[in-house]
């Protein structure tokens, strides 16, 4: 994970959202971005019960 993202998946759930609501129109560009392995984000995520919606671009 890059270090300008919080650690704690609940407050990384958060912040996520938030910049996919904001600033980013899908998970793929704000991974680019901030340079973020998408794929350990999306573990980190699915640890606590919340996958990737397409659809919604959020994490629910």
């Known amino acids: 994970m890059s270090a300008t993202i ?3 998946p609940i407050i990384l759930l958060s912040y996520i ?3 996919l609501r904001d600033r980013y129109p899908s998970l793929d560009e704000l991974c680019a971005s901030l340079s973020v392995d998408q794929e350990q984000l999306c573990q ?3 640890a606590v ?3 990737y919606s397409r659809d919604r671009n959020q994490f629910q």
């Open 17 to 19: 959202n938030t910049q």
């Open 44 to 46: 980190k995520l699915d």
């Open 49 to 51: 019960g919340y996958v």
């Open 6 to 8: 919080p650690n704690d």
